[in-house]
């Protein structure tokens, strides 16, 4: 037997026109394998937004509260274009002082700074030779 391929919103389709057509939110369950608790989802939606409220909805995060704030990233920035062999420790000098975290994150992401590996004065490269 062939599987059968459906799209999601054909399948909510069919179970609002089930719930309309009488069955219980029980036999739905059943009938399409899912949760009651989503029955219910799809109906309250269905009531409150018509067919529209059976599209998936964006999972985004509206507001990203732990983001640094875009002036001090425009100043690290800055910094870095002013002093190319600044690494992030050395732009994260600023005042206020970023976590040095946000600082190799904001000018990596840029690609202002690159991870070469353990510096050659670094304990990891005197102990093995090969580490340059």
Same mark, same amino acid.
């Given at each position: 037997? @062939?599987?059968?391929?459906?799209?999601?919103?054909?399948? $909510?389709?069919?179970?609002? /026109?089930?719930?309309?057509? %009488?069955? &219980?939110?029980? +036999? =739905?369950?059943?009938?399409?394998?899912? &949760?009651?608790?989503?029955?219910?989802?799809?109906? +309250? $939606?269905?009531?409150?937004?018509?067919?529209?409220?059976?599209?998936? =909805? *964006?999972?985004?995060?509206? &507001? !990203?509260?732990?983001?640094?704030?875009?002036?001090?990233?425009? $100043?690290?920035?800055?910094?870095?274009? =002013? !002093?190319?062999?600044?690494?992030?420790?050395? /732009?994260?000098? =600023?005042?206020?002082?970023?976590?040095?975290?946000?600082?190799?994150? *904001?000018?990596?992401?840029?690609?202002?700074?690159?991870?070469?590996? @353990? *510096?050659? %004065? &670094?304990?990891?490269? #005197?102990?093995?030779?090969?580490? #340059?």
């Amino acid at each position: 037997m @062939p599987w059968r391929e459906t799209a999601p919103m054909e399948e $909510r389709l069919k179970l609002i /026109a089930d719930w309309l057509a %009488g069955y &219980s939110v029980t +036999e =739905l369950s059943v009938i399409y394998g899912v &949760s009651r608790k989503t029955i219910y989802k799809w109906t +309250e $939606r269905y009531d409150r937004l018509g067919q529209d409220g059976l599209k998936e =909805l *964006c999972r985004a995060p509206v &507001s !990203h509260p732990n983001q640094t704030d875009e002036e001090i990233i425009s $100043r690290l920035v800055e910094a870095k274009q =002013l !002093h190319m062999n600044w690494g992030p420790e050395a /732009a994260g000098l =600023l005042e206020p002082a970023p976590v040095p975290d946000q600082v190799a994150f *904001c000018l990596y992401s840029r690609k202002m700074a690159q991870t070469t590996g @353990p *510096c050659q %004065g &670094s304990a990891a490269a #005197q102990e093995d030779p090969g580490i #340059q």
